[in-house]
């Protein structure tokens, strides 16, 4: 937004934003509709202050699991920090900043049903912008994706997703048993036969 003057509703929701503190209250009182995408400075990290990134994590994960609105926070190389928020939550506009980031997103739950783990855009983004690490937090749990191998191109990675798709049905059609959680199982399965390609759950350390 730098060099652009805001909108009446961008003027809201920083005053809101100021006021509350909440996200995500903000963005309703400023009166956002599902399609639009709210972006927010926070300060700035540095980029290879782990603990620092560690704990801006946690907060967000203690801030916004449960949420019924997308945020995403991304720290770029730059050591700048993105607020995004929005439903859904499209990143791309920040283009170029991606590469090297390290980001982490909600899946908002629905009802009784938990959010669930990484989709297709999130595997396509992660790949495309070259991301350095991408996680994911909801009602099922936290889990993040990191990668040390070769390019992986858009049409190789949507042969694999639907390759990864039709092996968790194939396993479940074998066995009798249910899909609860397909993403978590796509996830699994490309962890597994995606080389350099590091799935995991993310365990947070106790505060002593």
């Known amino acids: 937004m730098a060099g652009n003057k805001l909108t009446v509703k961008q003027k809201k929701f920083i005053e809101f934003y100021l006021e509350t503190g ?3 209250e903000a963005a309703i009182k400023a009166g956002y509709s599902d399609n639009h995408v709210t972006l927010v400075r926070e300060p700035n990290i540095a980029y290879n202050d ?3 990134i560690e704990k801006l994590f946690n907060k967000f994960c203690e801030d916004h699991k449960g949420d019924n609105i997308e945020h995403t926070l991304v720290i770029t190389m730059e050591g700048e920090v993105y607020h995004c928020i929005g ?3 499209n990143i791309s506009l920040l283009g170029t900043k991606l590469q090297g980031a390290k980001v982490i997103h909600n ?3 629905d009802g009784n049903i938990y959010g669930d783990c990484f989709s297709h855009a999130d595997f396509s983004a992660f790949f495309k912008y070259k991301i350095k690490r991408l996680e994911v937090i909801s009602g099922l749990g936290h889990y993040s994706i990191e990668y040390n191998g070769l390019p992986l191109p858009e049409g190789q990675l949507l042969k694999l997703y639907n390759e990864a798709y039709y092996a968790v049905l194939d396993k479940v059609w074998k066995s009798g048993s249910t899909i609860e959680y397909m993403q978590r199982d796509i996830a699994t399965w490309l962890g597994k ?7 995991d759950e993310v365990k947070v350390k106790n505060e002593l």
């Open 193 to 199: 036969n995606i080389k350099g390609l590091i799935f």
């Open 22 to 24: 909440n996200a995500t």
């Open 107 to 109: 899946h908002p739950d």
């Open 50 to 52: 782990d603990e620092g």
């Open 87 to 89: 439903q859904p939550v």
